[in-house]
T-cell receptor
């Protein structure tokens, strides 16, 4: 079975500062990893995903994430955040079939002007 | 590409009535669609998985007679909340898998259901 832990439930950060949202997973099999963003009263939008290959994955809106197999982590980073990045961010792991997605509890990112 | 829509975006209904929520894949064919429920400030909980032309598979603890799912075509799945009660009030989100990219789920914008 897989599980996802997002260590920080809330992350406040000043505008134009860098941010890292942490995600750790546990799995006994190879996994695919995802980051989704949810704006208020909206569904989830795919930010980026890791399936294989390069461990540094670049996504939309200037976000990137690095897959670290030894630490079972997939932290999300952005070098300079904007007010519009204020949202809920979810890390998810899949077994690769696309049928079973396990979501973390989410991290609320608040960008302070 | 990979746009998923939901209708309605929000609905208010009286206790005891039934509500139907539609999930459509607008620019791709979805062999599999998923229905999630999200409580305030919480993560998504998978309710059921539906494949076109077959019965949905429900997660443990989800009442299949209360949450009726129909996946009649490759672009449309519906969730009907029957005899809704206030405790059914929630944010319902659907997602879909593309045939060409089966490893990823694409999510709809969600439907806010409020049962009075």
């Amino acid at each position: 079975a897989q599980s996802v832990t997002q260590l920080d439930s809330q992350v406040p950060v000043f505008e134009e500062a860098p941010v890292e949202l942490r995600c750790n997973y546990s799995s006994s099999v190879s996994v695919y990893l995802f980051w989704y963003v949810q704006y208020p009263n909206q569904g989830l939008q795919l930010l980026l995903k890791y399936l294989s290959g390069s461990t540094l994955v670049k996504g939309i809106n200037g976000f990137e994430a690095e897959f670290n197999k030894s630490q079972t982590s997939f932290h999300l980073r952005k070098p300079s955040v904007h007010i519009s990045d204020t949202a809920e961010y979810f890390c998810a792991v899949s077994d690769g079939s696309g049928n079973q997605f396990y979501f973390g509890t989410g991290t609320s990112l608040t960008v302070i002007p | 590409g990979a746009v998923v829509s939901q209708h309605p975006s929000w609905v208010i209904c009286k206790s005891g009535t039934s509500v139907k929520i539609e999930c459509r894949s607008l620019d791709f064919q979805a062999t599999t669609m998923f229905w999630y429920r999200q409580f305030p400030k919480q993560s998504l909980m998978l309710m059921a998985t539906s494949n076109e032309g077959s019965k949905a598979t429900y997660e443990q603890g989800v009442e299949k007679d209360k949450f009726l799912i129909n996946h009649a075509s490759l672009t449309l799945s519906t969730l009907t909340v029957t005899s809704a009660h206030p405790e059914d009030s929630s944010f319902y989100i659907c997602s879909a898998k593309r045939v060409s990219f089966p490893d990823t789920q694409y999510f709809g914008p969600g439907t806010r259901l409020t049962v009075l």
